[in-house]
Antibody, heavy 126, light 109 residues
Framework: QLQLQESGPGLVKPSETLSLTCTVS??????????WGWIRQPPGKGLEWIGS???????YYNPSLKSRVTISVDTSKNQFSLKLSSVTAADTAVYYC??????????????????WGQGTLVTVSS | QSVLTQPPSASGTPGQRVTISCSGS????????VYWYQQLPGTAPKLLIY???QRPSGVPDRFSGSKSGTSASLAISGLRSEDEADYYC??????????FGGGTKLTVL
């Protein structure tokens, strides 16, 4: 079955760029039926959608993070990636990647995230 | 401060029926589907309800969802100890974003 796995540094210094990759196995990231998303969860807090990408490269971002976020896709490697710039301690969180459906009416992602990766904790600290 | 508002906590005794609310606006719940997630301690969230009231395969029919206007609810009947978890609602917003509710911590007494 489809599996997603996050990878990347667990510690990032303030003001630097957080970079994570999600590797998809058991299915193709180039499917026209899905978007691929990033969601984060600060310790002890709730979920926050960061953004989603389609295999063609079309992206949707959380407006509150848009100025610092870049999500890209590498179909040859069946991976998609997250870059979050100018990080602060407030960006410390478990970062999850997940698949969601493509809305054929609007061309946007549907927030039906399933499945999810196991998550990776990224700590922002000097 | 999420655009989708949930009560921070809820509780019930085994066998009881509990409901968790999710309040939004015309730009999200009022015009788009609602989704519910269950997050057990230390694990990734799991999709529990999609398209307002549909259950993915494997989700017990004790879990049900409903929507009315700009609000939605998740109901859990025949409450069990293993239902103790955090529950989140989500909906697409016409501002082109996918907000989650703040989450509700369900305690089984």
């Amino acid at each position: 079955q489809l599996q997603l796995q996050e990878s990347g540094p667990g510690l990032v210094k303030p003001s630097e760029t957080l970079s994570l990759t999600c590797t998809v196995s058991g299915g193709s990231i180039s499917s026209s039926s899905y978007y691929w998303g990033w969601i984060r969860q600060p310790p002890g807090k709730g979920l926050e959608w960061i953004g989603s990408i389609y295999y063609s490269g079309s992206t949707y971002y959380n407006p509150s993070l848009k100025s610092r976020v870049t999500i890209s896709v590498d179909t040859s490697k069946n991976q998609f990636s997250l870059k979050l710039s100018s990080v602060t301690a407030a960006d410390t969180a478990v970062y999850y990647c997940a698949r969601s459906d493509y809305d054929y009416v609007w061309g946007s992602p549907m927030p039906n995230f399933d499945p999810w990766g196991q998550g990776t904790l990224v700590t922002v600290s000097s | 401060q999420s655009v989708l508002t949930q009560p921070p906590s809820a509780s019930g005794t085994p066998g009881q029926r509990v409901t968790i609310s999710c309040s939004g606006s015309s730009s999200n719940i009022g015009s788009n589907y609602v989704y519910w997630y269950q997050q057990l301690p230390g694990t990734a969230p799991k999709l529990l309800i999609y398209s307002n009231n549909q259950r993915p395969s494997g989700v017990p029919d004790r879990f049900s969802g409903s929507k009315s206007g700009t609000s939605a609810s998740l109901a859990i009947s025949g409450l069990r100890s293993e239902d103790e978890a955090d529950y989140y609602c989500a909906a697409w917003d016409d501002s082109l974003s996918a907000p989650f509710g703040g989450g509700t911590k369900l305690t089984v007494l």
